[in-house]
């Protein structure tokens, strides 16, 4: 069974760091590229990151580009999300997925990142 | 980017009834649209992919179609399980990609 269970969340400080988790397991984890998307409280999806199956290449949306890393390790199944400079507005579910081609495949149940003062 | 504009945002239907749901591309993107269902507290769960492939698992009622611009989600039969947001999002500019802003699905 393909399982993504992510962690780190919590709240933190406008201007603060966070590194999220997602720890992977049921499939050939370095055969994968993997996302993160966020859930704002609104209930917008937006596409965080994107990683290549074997990590040399990530993507990110203009607007991430700058404060978010992400990476993988795929010896310990595992993809990151460092994120840095926080913001209100990065308040969100952080969700990692599977992709099998083009498509997100499969989700984790999400990390809560609250950033407040 | 691509922008991707779902409607109705609510939808109330009785059980029983066939809905369909919309989700339209500010640009020409073949079929690269997938369809994801979350329920109350739960993740996104892939229902349909490159506008109308199935995916094992899914129930027979939910299909998809369209091409370009224009896309649909029907669910034949509406069931009380289905109550449910539901997003598309498109990988026609993969890795980049974009979702639409969901249509919920309540029940009348």
């Known amino acids: 069974e393909v399982m993504l269970v992510e962690s780190g969340g919590g709240l933190v400080k406008p201007g603060g760091s966070l590194k999220l988790s997602c720890a992977a397991s049921?499939?050939?984890?370095?055969?994968?590229?993997l996302s993160w998307v966020r859930q704002t409280p609104e209930k917008r999806l937006e596409w965080v990151a994107t990683i290549s199956s074997g990590g040399n290449y990530t993507y990110f949306p203009d607007s991430m580009k700058g404060r978010f890393t992400i990476s993988r390790d795929n010896a310990k199944n595992t993809l990151y999300l460092q994120m840095s400079s926080l913001r209100s507005e990065d308040t969100a579910i952080y969700y990692c997925a599977r992709h099998k081609a083009t498509v997100a495949d499969y989700w984790g149940q999400g990390t809560t990142l609250t950033v407040s003062s | 980017d691509i922008l991707l504009t779902q409607s109705p945002a609510i939808l109330s239907v009785s059980p029983g009834e066939r809905v369909s749901l919309s989700c339209r591309a500010s640009q020409s993107i073949g079929t690269s649209i997938h369809w994801y269902q979350q329920r109350t507290n739960g993740s996104p769960r892939l229902l349909i992919k490159?506008?109308?492939e199935s995916i094992s698992g899914i129930p027979s009622r939910f299909s998809g179609s369209g091409s370009g611009t224009d896309f649909t989600l029907t669910i034949n039969s509406v069931e009380s399980e289905d109550i449910a947001d539901y997003y598309c999002q498109q990988s026609n500019s993969w890795p980049t990609y974009t979702f639409g802003g969901g249509t919920k699905l309540e029940i009348k």
């Open positions: 049921g499939f050939t984890f370095s055969s994968y590229a």
């Open positions: 490159y506008a109308s």
